[in-house]
């Protein structure tokens, strides 16, 4: 009896041990992702599409430096299902995005004229669903990301 429970502990150490590692992967290959989609957002955005050129901000439509843009979300980064929506992340400046709430208004705005009102709601609607991405997703976004980074730039 002692033995099994015994067992039992170790196994189930050994369990939340690897779930601990999982989780640290998972968080790693999140930032990750974010880094390389940030940039790759950022890019698409710009003039030239070059960290020398010039983007509009989405949200109060100035013009300003690559080194002011910011990937900003229109539905918040928390919403996994809409984190990585290539329409809900567009370059923003530093200022709309950090001191001004992301100017919601203005962000929506920006959207609907850049792709249309059909779908600025879908992607309203799909800020509800749950998503959970797996570390072969991660890993199969940043490598088509770093991509397309290379495509755009080449
Ligand atoms: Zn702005």
């Not at 189930?12 to 989609?37: H, Q």
Request: proline residues 1%; charged residues 30%.
């Amino acid at each position: 009896m002692r033995v099994m429970n015994r067992a039992g502990s170790d196994l189930r150490m050994r369990i939340t041990g690897e779930n601990k590692m999982a989780k640290k992967s998972t968080a790693t290959l999140k930032t990750k992702l974010d880094r390389v989609f940030s940039e790759y957002i950022r890019l698409r955005d710009t003039a030239g599409h070059s960290k020398d050129g010039y983007f509009r901000c989405i949200s109060c439509g100035q013009i300003k430096p690559y080194s002011q843009a910011d990937c900003g979300h229109y539905i918040g980064r928390q919403h996994m299902a809409t984190r990585y929506n290539e329409i809900n992340c567009n370059a923003q400046c530093r200022f709309c995005n950090r001191f001004n709430e992301g100017l919601k208004g203005g962000y929506r705005k920006g959207l609907i004229q850049k792709y249309g009102e059909d779908k600025v709601l879908l992607l309203e609607a799909a800020q509800k669903s749950t998503v959970k991405i797996s570390e072969c997703e991660y890993r199969t976004m940043i490598g088509f990301y770093k991509e397309k980074i290379k495509e755009l730039t080449k």
